[in-house]
Each structure stands twice: as C-alpha cells, then as structure tokens.
C-alpha cells in the first residue's frame, strides 16, 4: 500500500472516529430529552389540558423517533469502520 493511500485512509478513518463521538452525543442527548418529554406526559396526564397532553406526546414520539434515526445512523458508522479496516488489512496482506 503506498504511502498516500494509507494516509488517505488514516485520515478516513479518524474522521469516522470523529462523526461516531459526535453522534454518541447527540443521541445520549436525545435519548434524556425524550425520556424527561415521557415522564412529563405521565406525570402531567391528570391535570393538564388536552393542549398541553398533545404537544408533549408529540414532542416525546418525535424524540423517539430521532433517537431511533441516530441508533441507525451509528450502526451505518460502525460498519463503514470496519469496512474501512478490512480494505486497510487486506492491503497490508497483499491481497
């Protein structure tokens, strides 16, 4: 493998380190946020108007729904990583 390809995909690689970090995150983020929007819906269901009922439904249903968008979104990453490595292995083997 020549040098600047290994470069090339040292530099893909640690960019895939990068946008896996970041999109850890944001879904640990999401996933506080959506459970904080559930247990608001709960513990308000009684009390609160059917306005109030709705928006935080809504609002708990599409943080599920992105949390379930990034779970996918970093299995995607893993997988590109570790095809970027077995292309990495198989040029150090030759083959």
């Given at each position: 493998m020549s040098e600047h390809s290994e470069v090339v995909l040292r530099q893909a690689l640690d960019s895939v380190d990068r946008l896996r970090r970041r999109q850890l995150v944001t879904?640990?983020?999401?996933?506080?946020?959506?459970?904080?929007a559930w247990?608001?819906?709960i513990l308000n269901a009684e009390r609160a108007t059917e306005k109030t009922?709705?928006?935080?439904?809504?609002f708990a249903l599409a943080m599920t729904v992105f949390g379930g968008v990034f779970m996918l979104a970093i299995h995607t990453t893993r997988m590109t990583q570790r095809i970027?490595?077995?292309?990495?292995?198989?040029?150090?083997h030759g083959g």
């Open positions: 879904m640990a983020i999401t996933a506080v946020v959506s459970q904080l247990f608001a819906f009922l709705l928006i935080l439904a809504t970027l490595q077995a292309i990495e292995l198989s040029a150090r």
